[in-house]
């Protein structure tokens, strides 16, 4: 299979209803706690996205956006500044995208997690404060009204308003160019990868080695 047949999704706008989720420097730790990341695959890590802010110590609900039943269904995440920093887990964006976020509008990002989120195909796109804290407000009186994230334009849409967002160049090339997903591309090019390998002088195959090799 070439790099043209890969099945991996062009990204160009991501559309849907926001859940407004407030503060600065919310980290990955408060994302998925530690505790929930002893997992083999990442399967179920959905329910656990920013537990320890969801729930006590018995497992009461507290107040946060994502136990409201409103936001349920959203798909659009609305953040503040320095979102997604802390240690580089990647478990935090699986999280996040299992619960059902497929982008994600925010003052600014940790630089891994922004990566983090990328492999998986989400956007992370950023505006001012104002900017952003304004879309939080227009989805807290409008629960039910449709956000669009248009990563090729660099817009974010909702109700009559369109704002002028920022999508970093080589996210945006990747996510529109439907090359995000590095593991597929080179799943799908693992011959001409070989090729290339056995081209090299410095790589040895390993079936021509002989015993004065080792």
Known sequence: MTQTETEIPEVTDVSGTGIPV???DIDTDQIIPARFMKVVTFDGLGEFAFFDL????EDNEKEHPFNEPQFQDANVLVVNSNFGCGSSREHAPQALMRWGIDAIVGESFAEIFAGNCLALGIPTVTADQETVETIQDWVDANPDGEIDVDVAAETVTYGDTTVDVTVDDAQRKALVEGIWDT?????????????????????????????SDD
């Open 183 to 211: 593991t597929a591309l080179m799943k799908s090019n693992t011959e001409a990868i070989r090729k290339t390998a056995e081209s090299l002088p410095y790589v040895k195959n390993p079936e021509t080695r002989t015993s």
């Open 54 to 57: 969801r729930f006590d110590d």
């Open 22 to 24: 407030r503060g600065n």
